[in-house]
Nanobody, 123 residues
Framework: VQLQASGGGLVQAGGSLRLSCAASGRTFSIYAMGWFRQAPGKEREFVAAINWSGDTYYADSSVKGRFTISRDNAKNTMYLQMSSLKPEDTAVYYC?????????????????WGQGTLVTVSS
């Protein structure tokens, strides 16, 4: 499975961005797809996930209500709509896929990773 993330960029606080992650290869083996982010000097952290049943999960109140994860099965593409962005959302956002679990916030449970896309939110 190969993942290609896109859609990052520079946005002002309060703005919106939509990230995309296109999957290719043996996509039928994917149980779930998700987004993680890594800010400078910090560990990679879970943001949101969606499994093939359509169940969605979000990290916590810091993103829930502002971020929405979705997928288009026909296009093998996952999206992360981010609204009301804050400077603390600045990070490299990585898309991931798991062929092992339907949901996890643990980085090690995800066995396929995209290259990351940088999101910078200016104040």
């Amino acid at each position: 499975v190969q993942l290609q993330a896109s859609g990052g960029g520079l946005v002002q606080a309060g703005g919106s961005l939509r990230l995309s992650c296109a999957a290719s290869g043996r996509t039928f083996s994917i149980y779930a797809m998700g987004w993680f982010r890594q800010a400078p000097g910090k560990e990679r952290e879970f943001v949101a996930a969606i499994n093939w049943s359509g169940d969605t999960y979000y990290a916590d109140s810091s993103v829930k209500g502002r971020f929405t994860i979705s997928r288009d099965n026909a296009k093998n593409t996952m999206y992360l709509q981010m609204s009301s962005l804050k400077p603390e959302d600045t990070a490299v956002y990585y898309c991931a896929a798991s062929r092992v679990v339907y949901y996890s916030q643990v980085v090690g449970a995800w066995d396929c990773w995209g290259q990351g896309t940088l999101v910078t939110v200016s104040s």
